[in-house]
């Protein structure tokens, strides 16, 4: 089953605006991860984001986790076109020490030029 | 410092075949996890293996099997392939000790015919 929900499912955004991208899940994790996929290609890890952090950055990249409201967002400053991309969050699913991820179906970014 | 990788990249095979995916994890991790990402979907999660063993499965059934080698690569075999096996394998490691932050590589698309 889906743990992760991202919202909205398809972001159309201009050259230099800002993207909010927003992730929810069910039950409670260890962290939660993002990460992009172009063309249906591999994903490529973006950040990692603990259950005790609030808030991290990796250079346009700002991620905040609320884990009382079990969501996630990933903010991407002044994109670009290259920025276009499916984005996952992805959660732990901890039972009996191993950690397999959990997605959800992504947030389809597109960065008009 | 090598990434993951994963052969063939892409593969093409007819209803009832059999089909064998490899994985080199990236340098100094120790597990290999499998997942299988359908079109417009997110990836789900097929098993893991450390030290050689499974150590968690997912909702596949028995024809998706796999192995892991002394120098931590892996194989993802699917028996008897059906139209719904269709997708893109995608290979993650990590390691075993650390967060839980997992790197995948670019995938293997099959199609089944």
């Known amino acids: 089953s889906q743990q992760g929900e991202e919202d909205p499912q398809a972001l159309s955004i201009q050259e230099g605006e800002n993207a909010t991208m927003n992730c929810s899940y069910k039950t409670s994790i260890n962290n939660l991860q993002w990460y992009r996929q172009n063309s249906g290609r591999g994903l490529v890890h973006l950040i990692l984001i603990r259950s005790n952090e609030r808030e991290k950055h990796s250079g346009r990249l700002r991620v905040t986790l609320d884990t009382s409201k079990k969501s996630s967002s990933l903010l991407i400053t002044a994109s670009r076109a290259a920025d276009t991309a499916s984005y996952f969050c992805a959660t732990d699913d901890y039972q009996g020490g191993s950690e397999k991820l959990v997605f959800g179906k992504g947030t389809k970014l597109t960065v008009n030029p | 410092d090598a990434g993951v990788t994963q052969s063939p990249t892409h593969l093409i095979k007819t209803r009832g075949q059999q089909v064998t995916l490899r994985c080199s994890p990236k340098s100094g991790h120790d597990t290999v996890s499998w997942y299988q990402q359908a079109l417009g979907q997110g990836p789900q999660f097929i098993f893991q293996?450390?030290?050689?063993?499974?150590?968690q499965r997912g909702n596949f059934p028995d024809r998706f099997s796999g192995h892991q080698f002394p120098n931590y690569s892996s194989e993802l075999n699917v028996n008897a392939l059906l139209l719904g096996d269709s997708a893109l394998y995608l290979c993650?490691?990590?390691?075993?000790?650390?967060?839980?932050?997992?790197?995948f590589g670019p995938g293997t698309r099959l199609t089944v015919l």
């Open positions: 993650a490691s990590s390691l075993l000790a650390g967060n839980n932050e997992q790197f």
């Open positions: 293996y450390y030290e050689e063993e499974e150590r």
